[in-house]
């Protein structure tokens, strides 16, 4: 079984802190993904990476930054935490689309972000 | 972008009776793969069916099953026989062939099973 694993829960931090989620998975995909997921809005994409040292913004990258220094491994900063970005945070993997069968995205437990 | 959306916010249905979840979705692209994931309460989210768009048939995994109207851009999910088991959120996703592979998610649909 694939298995994307979330460091972190539950987090509680404050206002300015620098917050570090990291994010490993086991099945060596090349796609990794971070989400903010807030009730009525879905998932929205912040950013992904579709190799190492490489990434793409998604559709709402302001406030934070991504680091993929390793295939299996995708980190979620939050430069100065602020209020508006308490939120779950889910990662997720996929390995790159093929013709036949299609792939799923593979989502971790996801990452409880409070800031106070 | 592509854009997905669930007109359905909530949703009820009895349990052993038959629920349809809406999803439309807005692309220019004739190859894509459209997929409904399900997030039970505190859990991780898992696939429930997949659908790819060059295929006519509609899929369906066990009690799970899709109508796909390509020409419509329409997506339902239809659950038989509905068990307290899936009481979850359901979020309809689509996957781009192009760039990153991308996937866009609908804002989902909370499913309520009444015992």
């Known amino acids: 079984d694939v298995k994307v694993t979330q460091s972190s829960r539950y987090l509680v931090k404050r206002t300015g802190e620098k917050v570090f989620l990291e994010c490993v998975q086991d099945m060596d995909h090349e796609n990794m993904f971070w989400y903010r997921q807030d009730p009525g809005l879905g998932l929205r994409l912040i950013y992904f990476s579709y190799d190492v040292k490489m990434k793409e913004k998604g559709d709402i990258p302001e406030g934070y930054s991504v680091s993929r220094e390793k295939k299996e491994r995708f980190s979620l900063i939050l430069e100065s935490a602020s209020t508006n970005q308490t939120s779950m945070y889910l990662c997720?993997?996929?390995?790159?689309?093929?013709?036949?069968?299609?792939?799923?995205?593979?989502f971790g437990e996801g990452s409880w972000l409070t800031v106070v | 972008a592509q854009t997905v959306t669930q007109s359905q916010p909530e949703m009820s249905v009895q349990e052993a009776e038959t629920v349809t979840l809406s999803c439309t979705y807005d692309t220019s692209e004739s190859d894509y793969y459209l997929f409904w994931y399900k997030q039970p309460p505190s859990r991780q989210m898992i696939l429930v069916i997949r659908?790819?768009?060059?295929?006519?048939q509609n899929a369906t995994e066990n009690r799970f099953s899709v109508n796909f109207q390509k020409a419509a851009k329409s997506f339902s999910l239809k659950i038989s026989d509905s068990q307290l088991g899936d009481a979850a959120m359901y979020f309809c996703a689509y996957r781009t062939l192009a760039g990153g592979n991308q996937f866009y998610f609908g804002t989902g649909t909370s499913l309520t099973v009444i015992p």
């Open positions: 997720a993997s996929s390995p790159r689309v093929e013709w036949m069968g299609g792939n799923t995205i593979y």
């Open positions: 659908q790819e768009a060059y295929k006519q």
